[in-house]
């Protein structure tokens, strides 16, 4: 029988353009990401890549505020 893989239960998906590209152990290291990409964590909290451009990347995360993740404020 083959062995279950450990699930990492902390961490942030990586979205760009409505699709995953990825995991970080943390919101981290913009200047990797393309400006407008999210990162999304297990209780649902939302960054969003901003600043800068493709080439050079993101300059910084910054939190999306719930009333923009269609939650309540």
Do not use: F, T
């Not at 990492?8 to 393309?34: S, T």
């Not at 297990?42 to 993740?69: C, K, T």
């Amino acid at each position: 029988m083959e062995a279950m893989p450990e699930i990492n239960a902390g961490g942030v998906v990586l979205i760009y353009q409505g699709q995953a590209y990825g995991w970080r152990d943390c919101v981290r290291d913009p200047h990797k990401d393309r400006p407008g990409a999210l990162a999304v964590d297990l209780v649902g909290q939302v960054w969003q890549a901003q600043g800068v451009d493709d080439e050079r990347g993101a300059q910084a995360w910054v939190p999306v505020q719930a009333s923009m993740q269609g939650g309540r404020p």
